[in-house]
């Protein structure tokens, strides 16, 4: 890993994800990386939401299972935090 944190929760929703479809296109692991140009145990580890691909990747994941990348991003959502409440300010009174 590069050290960046990943988001276990979207990690592990687009590993489901990417097996579903894998599974539901009838591909192997190395069917799919070789299409890819991934080594098979990149799919595994994704699969496993052990790591999150890039974006270039999604897109060859997609292209590959014949699938819209956004099929692959079922059921992940990323909000912002709501903005943080204003500090009050006090008027003072001075002579």
Do not use: Y
């Not at 098979?40 to 299972?65: C, F, H, Q, Y």
Request: proline share 8%; aromatic share 4%.
């Amino acid at each position: 890993m590069d050290g960046r944190r990943v988001d276990e929760a979207t990690a592990r929703r687009f590993g489901q994800n990417l097996l579903a479809v894998r599974r539901r296109a009838g591909r192997s692991q190395e069917e799919l990386a070789a299409l890819c140009g991934l080594h098979r145990t990149s799919i595994g580890l994704v699969e496993n939401g052990r790591r999150l691909p890039r974006v270039d990747t999604l897109m060859k994941l997609a292209g590959a299972l014949e699938v819209e990348a956004v099929v692959l991003l079922r059921g992940i959502e990323w909000l912002p935090p709501p903005p943080p409440e204003p500090v009050g300010f006090v008027v003072q009174n001075t002579p």
